[in-house]
């Protein structure tokens, strides 16, 4: 009996490590990709491409969404069970305030419709779906709590993080209005080689490359102070799968329990050059040189911020048996 996985989002950088980890472990992976212009959007699964099941298909599309599920519970008969990942996401907080609709219409209404898809089915049937949600450390905001853990109230200051937090409600909703097996994850930041340029740690890897190599003068960020919880993709995708393998479906925090803020990781991702950088107020110099090195630009501060995240990942650990295998140097050094 085959066990099968569906997974939204599968071009992005979890997508990725999420598809490597069930072929892995034999499953028949499916996934939708979304028409694109060039077809750069295959770069970080081109290595198992073929391995996989791609049709094209979009969150905002119910229709696709429909066929693509019906397809794949019709041309399986007799499977053990069918996991779908709902990673698909305008996954990009500083752009979730320029697009907000579409974040909307994305991140919030593409759950709702992956949740109606399911409950179209027979209830046999649904008994061997299982569903997980990517909510994020973004919906607890302006934190109420520190550590934040699954009982910590959302106080979200996005797009991006309100339209998460109806996603994760309604997927609570779904699994208790429906019996569904229903998880939300809560992640924490994470990132790996395989990170999209434009958030702020592979940004910040790249221009101390490209520094280091003499093309670049000067890296420009926004705001320094904040603090992030950082871990690695690989980690987190394992923990995705855990949850979808307990006998009861339940949410839970994936983090590191360790809080490092932009500047303390501009610091350490100039050491690994063999640069120490000294600050005189937002503007970082070469110690050695007093070359500026960083400086900050109002384009890249955001009309709201998360000043402060931390995770308490207890529950994942004691339930899941969960627990990071990078910490923060191992994750800048693979980065590099
Ligand atoms: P990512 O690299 O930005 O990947 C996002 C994926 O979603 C890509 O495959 C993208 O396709 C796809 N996508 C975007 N809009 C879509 C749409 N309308 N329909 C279908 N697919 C769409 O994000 P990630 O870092 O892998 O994160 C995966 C999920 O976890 C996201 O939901 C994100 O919000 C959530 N999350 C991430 C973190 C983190 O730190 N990484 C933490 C907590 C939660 P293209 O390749 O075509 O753009
Ligand atoms: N992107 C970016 N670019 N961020 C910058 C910059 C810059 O030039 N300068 C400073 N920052 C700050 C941001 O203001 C934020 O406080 C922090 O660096 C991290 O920004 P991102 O790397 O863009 O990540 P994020 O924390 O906003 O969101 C990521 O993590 C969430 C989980 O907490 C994304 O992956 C989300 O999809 C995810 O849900």
New binding site residues.
């Given amino acids: 009996m085959s066990k099968l996985a569906f997974i ?8 990725s490590y999420l598809s490597e980890l069930l072929l892995q472990k034999n499953y028949k992976v499916y996934g ?3 028409r ?1 212009s060039t077809i750069y ?1 295959y770069a970080r699964i081109e290595h198992i491409r073929e391995k996989l099941n791609l049709v094209y ?4 599309d119910g229709s696709s969404l429909q066929q693509t599920i019906m397809n794949i519970v019709n041309s399986n008969e007799n499977f053990e069970v069918l996991e779908i990942y ?7 907080v500083a752009i979730s305030f320029e697009t907000p609709e ?1 974040t909307a ?3 919030a209404l ?1 759950t709702l419709k992956i949740l109606e898809c399911i409950r179209t089915f027979s209830k046999e049937i649904m008994k061997k779906i299982k569903f997980y949600q ?5 919906m607890f905001g302006e934190v109420l709590e520190k550590p934040q853990k699954e009982t910590t109230p959302f106080n979200p200051v996005s797009p ?1 993080a309100c339209a ?1 937090v109806y996603a994760h409600h309604i997927t609570k909703n779904y699994r208790e209005s429906y019996g569904m097996f229903a998880c939300n ?1 809560i ?5 790996s080689p ?3 340029g434009n ?1 702020v740690t592979m940004k910040v890897v790249n221009a101390v490359k490209d520094i280091s190599g003499g093309e670049l003068d000067c890296l420009t960020l926004g705001n320094l102070d904040s603090m992030r919880d950082w871990g690695h ?1 690989k980690d ?1 995708v394992r923990g995705m799968w855990l949850m979808l393998q307990q006998n009861n479906p339940d949410d839970y925090v994936l983090a590191t329990g360790h809080t490092t803020s932009v500047r303390q990781f501009v610091e350490m991702a100039f050491m690994h050059e063999n640069v120490s950088i000294v600050w005189d107020g937002d503007i970082g110099k070469d110690s050695i040189t007093g070359k500026v090195l960083v400086k900050t630009d109002p384009k890249y501060f955001r009309p709201s911020e998360v000043d402060y995240l931390l995770g308490d990942p207890t529950k994942a650990s004691e339930k899941l048996n969960w627990q990071p295998e990078y910490d923060l140097e191992k994750l800048i050094e693979e980065m590099f």
């Fill in positions: 939204t989002g599968i071009t992005g950088q979890d997508g939708i990709v979304r694109n959007n298909g979009d969150l905002t709902n990673l698909g996401a305008q996954s990009h579409y219409m994305t991140d593409g990517a909510g994020t450390s973004e991006y998460k994850g992640l924490f930041n994470h990132e395989r990170r999209g958030f993709a987190y």
